[in-house]
């Protein structure tokens, strides 16, 4: 498990190092990305797909908020949380990061094979699904 904890913190950097130049860290572009496609997330929600922990997501969400890269919902959820939503602006900002971070997530460029890169993906996602 080492192997994976230090190959995670590789790819990470280079993430981080692609996004930056978007003025994006990893775990903020991938709440955007969860929100993209849906209607609205809520803070739990959103700290619950990205493993983060609601005081950290609280404030990253405050920032992208900030921003106007997401928006609080006008709609409430249950308990009266009021869910988030992808402005026009963060949808803008994270169609044009998504081919960067296509390639910086392209396991070839680490001497995987296609085939290798499917089969490791395939495993994590096991992993996160079933862990």
Known sequence: MWSLIR????????LADVLAAYG???????VLAQLDGVLALT????????????P???????????????????ARGRGNRQPFELTNQGRVLLSSAR???????????????SLEATF????LQSILTNG
């Open 43 to 54: 803070q739990a929600d959103l700290a619950r797909t990205t493993f983060e922990q609601p």
């Open 120 to 123: 490791l993906n395939t495993s």
């Open 99 to 113: 081919p960067a971070v296509g390639s910086a997530n392209d396991l070839r460029r680490y001497g995987l094979s």
């Open 24 to 30: 994006l860290t990893p775990t903020q572009f991938s």
């Open 7 to 14: 190959a995670s913190r590789k790819i990470e950097r280079v």
């Open 56 to 74: 950290s997501m609280a404030a990253l969400l405050r920032g992208l908020e900030n921003r106007n890269l997401i928006a609080r919902s006008p």
